[in-house]
């Protein structure tokens, strides 16, 4: 069985440029969550969706990033436009929606420059 | 505030001694505690959780942990290091007020480096 995957492992980008992380979750994964780890600091909660609805958003740091997951299978987050404080790893982890739905199975994270 | 703490920004262990990672944690009702480790270029794996039951738990490559309901604590243990063990490891707790789901709350992470 595949695992969470996640493109790009790598991107580095200018200030104000828009960059777009994908995150695949394991098939018939109905929670996909989105995380984010600055600067060697706690891995923090961005966002959750269920499905294709995001069930908590709470994360999100501000109006520069956008996720979505249409039809309810892979996800993007959008950050635009980018700025310093972006940089950092993001990872993707998903659950089922029952049975198990406890343990998150995380993906090898996008690292992110802005520069 | 719901949080986790790891005290310890680095272990350093002896390979073949036994190895403690430490985690305290601070939520409303009963606890779900995960350990996680992250090995050089790669992702988060996924350790061990405690939801309810024994206050030891065993999880993958050999580690365990205990569950500390009076100390709010659950360390990660294993009784004999590999070199192999050398990663980051973070500690998590689910966020009690995320409806049932399940929103973790991370330490900061500890890196653990075993020498020979």
């Known amino acids: 069985e595949a695992g969470v995957t996640q493109f790009p492992s790598h991107s580095v980008i200018e200030k104000g440029q828009t960059v777009t992380l994908r995150c695949d979750p394991i098939?018939?994964?109905?929670?996909l969550y989105w995380y984010r780890r600055v600067m060697g600091k706690e891995i923090k909660f961005l966002l959750h969706f269920v499905k294709e609805s995001k069930q908590d958003e709470s994360g999100m740091p501000n109006n520069r990033f956008l996720a979505e997951r249409t039809g309810g299978t892979y996800s993007t987050l959008k950050v635009q436009p980018a700025e310093l404080e972006d940089s950092g790893v993001y990872f993707c982890?998903?659950?089922?929606?029952?049975?198990?739905?406890?343990?998150?199975?995380f993906g090898p994270g996008t690292r992110l420059t802005v520069l | 505030a719901q949080s986790v703490a790891q005290p310890e920004d680095q272990v350093k262990v002896a390979e073949g001694n036994p190895l403690t990672v430490k985690c305290t944690y601070s939520v409303s009702g009963n606890p779900y505690l995960f350990w996680y480790v992250q090995y050089p270029n790669r992702g988060l794996q996924f350790l061990l959780k405690y939801i309810t039951g024994d206050n030891l738990v065993k999880g993958s490559y050999g580690f365990e942990a205990e569950f500390n309901k009076s100390q709010t604590s659950f360390h990660l243990k294993k009784p004999s290091a590999l070199v192999s063990d050398s990663a980051l490891y973070f500690c998590a707790v689910r966020d009690s007020f995320s409806g049932g789901y399940n929103k973790l709350i991370f330490g900061a992470g500890t890196r653990l480096a075993v020498h020979p």
């Open positions: 098939s018939g994964h109905d929670n």
């Open positions: 982890a998903s659950s089922p929606l029952a049975g198990g739905s406890d343990t998150q199975y």
